[in-house]
């Protein structure tokens, strides 16, 4: 019988900080339900020792907050090599890209979700257009060569239906840059379920199963869920803990017991996914649903798995 968590398959992120310089519209920062603080220096370190001597690879140095702000964001790089980082692009200046090019950074994604500067507003909220556009001009021509992953961001939405990649692609002159590529995206909004310019009344997870994450949060805390952004469904504590300890806790088995039968009082992240169901889950979640059920069997979310990570 495979683990509840598996951590050879999931998802896993360490969140450097859990502050953050603007207040998106599509963001619950503004009313965030746990301190906003970056993760202590001694904690990063411990997290990085025990991942090591476990051989699990962080795959985001990125949760809620917005990771340029963390000041040691290059030396915390360096203790997750490979790893990708996130950010709405207002704080990549020139002397930050270059301390975060001689890292050991693998992907980086840049965040300016629209071509037209008065929409862009409405998204980033506190964001100026012009500075990130900039910003990411530099970065594009500072990289360029290096062993580098560059995504340019943007946001699928009704005020942005029009954009196209082909759009962005000529905006930023990306044929001189074949390390960057455009990526769309979806805008949820993780604290309403209703329907906004930004995004559908549906949000959160595929609702087929629960323990495809293991997020540390900045205060050391794990959460199993990337919808979970105020810390309702912890799983363990790495500031006490270590993540062996985390996997075979007592509290994933209550988890799943509650998630089967619906009890939404002990899982009131998940209850609020499940109450929003307005949406149609796209194919590969019925896969992964379907996986879930059949894995003994056939590897089907593995399968899943792959196609949504490419």
């Known amino acids: 019988m495979r683990p509840i968590l598996d951590i050879s398959t999931a998802k896993v992120s360490v969140e450097l900080t859990s502050k953050c310089n603007l207040r998106c519209n599509m963001c619950p920062m503004s009313n965030l339900q746990r301190p906003k603080a970056h993760m202590p220096w001694w904690l990063v370190e411990k997290v990085a020792a025990d991942f090591r001597d476990n051989g699990i ?45 001689a890292s050991t950074l693998g992907r980086i994604r840049l965040c300016v979700d629209t071509l037209n500067p008065d929409v862009y507003p409405t998204i980033r909220k506190g964001g100026k257009f012009e500075q990130v556009v900039g910003n990411i001009r530099t970065f594009l021509e500072l990289s360029r060569g290096l062993a580098i992953q560059v995504e340019i961001q943007r946001m699928i939405t009704r005020p942005t239906a029009h954009e196209t990649l082909e759009d962005f692609r000529r905006f930023f002159d990306l044929d001189r840059y ?25 949000y959160g997870c595929f609702q087929g199963y629960p323990f495809n994450w293991f997020i540390v949060m900045s205060d050391g805390r794990v959460s199993h869920c990337c919808y979970d952004a105020h810390g309702q469904q912890p799983i363990g504590d790495l500031k006490t803990q270590t993540v062996r300890e985390v996997l075979s806790s007592p509290i994933l088995g ?19 996914c499940y109450r929003n169901t307005t949406g149609t889950g796209v194919v590969v979640d019925h896969l992964v649903q379907l996986g879930h059920r059949l894995d003994r069997v056939l590897p089907v979310k593995q399968v899943a798995r792959k196609i949504i990570n490419r």
């Open 57 to 101: 690879r962080v795959r985001w140095l990125h949760e809620m907050g917005e990771p340029l702000l963390y000041p040691q964001l290059a030396e915390a790089i360096d203790l997750f090599p490979g790893c990708s980082v996130s950010t709405n692009t207002m704080l990549l200046d020139r002397a930050t890209a270059e301390r975060i090019l």
């Open 178 to 202: 074949p390390q960057a590529r455009v990526i769309e995206k979806t805008c949820e909004g993780l604290d309403t379920s209703d329907a906004t310019d930004l995004h559908d009344s549906y």
């Open 254 to 272: 209550k988890y799943m017991a509650a998630f089967k039968a619906r009890d939404w009082d002990t899982l009131p992240r998940c209850g609020e």
